[in-house]
């Protein structure tokens, strides 16, 4: 989820090639894996690249596929990780693509050639780069958030968590902020400098998953799940509801 002219989504069985394609209202386009060799192939993890030409997905298959946004031209899978890909994005710069897969490995690829740089153990989805390219953030195996230097592997910073199932992390504009969505439905957001909790709030009562995504000014954040009253919009200084999209589905 991102705020911008384009929403994607990933669907938990994507439509097959040879099935008519029948887009839902409002949607755009449909991009389907020709490469997957499965009927029922998952898609785990989306992210547009930054110049919003690319949208590269992750899955069940330990592969990256690519299209071409303007296009929806498909280009050849990469072979990423052991157990599927579990999260995917790109450097702010549009030039590293990093991955974590089910082998608690975050893998950074250049993008252009697809050469793995680095390969960082111990680590879990999901996955969050800052907007200054200089952190990683993402879970360890005992639930803690990692936050890792991308030029070394080295983690400068571990955050206890709030002991509920981390779904999403996003951190804010300026990056100081990271938030955190839960499968039980809480959202918080922590000091991403020093690591303490700044605040904390129930953004769904029926313990859906929550996924995040900050406004460009970092005043609001947005908030996605699965269901009915799919989509809610945040201010991010009071934990305040401004908007509830109502009567919409993830």
Known sequence: MRFGLVLA????????????????LGAVARFVPGES????????????SPDARVLVAGGADGRIHFWGVRSGREFPP???????????????DGETLVTIGGDRTIRLWEEATRRLILAISGCAAPLACSP??????????????????????REVLKIQGSGGSIRSLAFSPD????ASGESGGMVSLWDAIGGVEISRFQAYNDRRPVTLSWSPDGRTFATGTYGPDAFRLWEAATGNILFNFREHNS
């Open 78 to 92: 990469l072979d990423a990780h052991e157990n599927g890909v579990h999260s995917i994005a790109f450097s702010p």
């Open 9 to 24: 989504a990933a669907l938990l069985s994507s439509a097959w090639a040879q099935e008519p394609v029948v887009l839902p």
């Open 37 to 48: 060799g499965a009927k029922n192939h998952r898609h785990d993890s989306i992210a547009f």
């Open 175 to 178: 990056g100081k902020t990271l």
């Open 132 to 153: 200054d390219g200089r952190r990683l953030a993402a879970m360890d195996p005992d639930g803690r958030i990692r936050l890792l230097d991308p030029s070394t592997g």
